[in-house]
């Protein structure tokens, strides 16, 4: 791999940014980050503040963590009040709320609740406790699903039939055509998850271009793979030829992990399923085939779930499509902090209004 010095790195990086002002001239040009991993990148490279004031950089629907469901996290609480029920989960999602509680707040009370580093620890937790049923939550993006389903073939091959898995995974390319249908949602250019492209390469955003007209790029993380993308983006518009472009090749290969995919696609498929705060999304979910359906925890473990509400005056929906900046909630900041989230956006580190409040500053702190 080519490495640059810092010389080389700094003369890209004002390359990019006078390009990116001149070939924005005048026009007001709104560009949307779909992945958490870039907001918070962003927001630390202070790529914001290298851009002229009209471009304008909105982050999308790409916090799994975000874009669950409160019917999701008030089932995973209703589990974990069964006594013969082990949770085996990812830390982010203890303190996401649910309707009326959160994981960490069961856990305090004494549910068993289990934060992994990989789904696969879950087969050992399932060994140990035979006379317990294990649920993994699945919850993420392309990026996390095929470990999730290489885990239930694991399980299926070692004969164990405790473990379970609640499904809340998400299909990226699906949420961003309903964002782009939506009457009030404006985006100029996207810029695309590298982590998810890495999985399913860049043809499954054949419809940016072909439905949309809308320029995209597949973008890295660091923050000259950014500047480049926003400029590829830029150039994009003042050319007026939308095209999909990778920007992310040496991660990202066109074609994505073909192996992966074909795992993933093994045990799940396409199903419809809720984003918070944006509703019922048709074919941008994962669920469990009926082959594997004996690992799938609603399946098999009856629960009864308490009534679920969103939380009055969060605004999530609203931020995760773009169309609302987190520090126009009324809430944040305010009642809404990462020690005491009122929505899901402000939990995990990757979380927009998270982000916003960690790493906002000068103009763009509300
Ligand atoms: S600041 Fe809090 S309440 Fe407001 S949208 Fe973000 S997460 Fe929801």
Not at 180 to 186: A, D, I, P
Not at 222 to 235: F, G
Not at 274 to 294: D, K, T
Request: charged content about 20%; glycine content about 8%; some cysteine.
């Amino acid at each position: 791999m080519l490495t640059m010095t810092d010389e080389q790195i700094k003369k890209a990086a004002d390359f990019f940014t006078q390009e990116i002002a001149r070939l924005a001239g005048q026009r007001s040009i709104r560009l949307m980050e779909v992945c958490g991993t870039h907001t918070v990148a962003i927001f630390k490279a202070g790529i914001r503040q290298l851009l002229p004031e009209n471009v304008e950089l909105v982050s999308g629907p790409g916090c799994p963590v975000c874009v669950t469901p409160n019917e999701y996290l008030d089932t995973a609480i209703a589990y974990s009040k069964d006594p013969q029920v082990i949770i085996t989960t990812f830390g982010d999602m203890l303190k996401v709320p649910g309707s009326s509680s959160t994981l960490a707040q069961q856990k305090a009370a004494g549910a068993d609740i289990r934060i992994l580093y990989s789904p696969l620890e879950s087969l050992e937790i399932a060994k140990e406790n035979p006379d317990k049923n294990v649920i993994f939550l699945a919850v993420g993006f392309e990026t996390t699903a095929p470990l999730a389903a290489a885990t239930i073939l694991m399980a299926e091959k070692a004969g164990i039939t405790n473990f379970y898995v609640l499904s809340a995974h998400k299909l990226v390319p699906p949420a961003l055509r309903v964002l782009l249908m939506s009457e009030n949602s404006r985006v100029d250019g996207l810029l695309l998850p590298g982590h998810v492209s890495s999985m399913i390469g860049v043809k499954p955003y054949e419809f940016l271009i072909d439905e949309f007209s809308t320029p995209a790029v597949v973008a890295g993380f660091d923050p000259l793979d950014i500047l480049q993308s926003i400029y590829m983006l830029v150039k994009q518009i003042h050319e007026g030829t939308p095209q999909l472009e990778n920007q992310y090749r040496r991660i990202a290969p066109p074609r994505g992990n073909e192996v992966a995919c074909r795992t993933l696609y093994k045990v799940y498929q396409a199903v419809d399923t809720v984003w918070r705060g944006i509703g019922n999304l048709e074919g941008s979910g994962l669920g469990i085939r009926e082959e594997y359906r004996s690992f799938d925890a609603k399946t098999n473990i009856p629960v009864t779930v308490e009534v679920m509400k969103e939380h009055a005056g969060c605004q999530c929906g609203q931020v995760l499509c773009g169309t609302l900046l987190p520090t126009a909630c009324p809430l944040f900041g305010k009642t809404c902090l990462p020690e005491h989230p009122v929505g899901s956006c402000m939990v995990s580190v990757e979380g927009t209004c998270a982000a916003w409040y960690k790493y906002g500053a000068g103009r763009w702190q509300g």
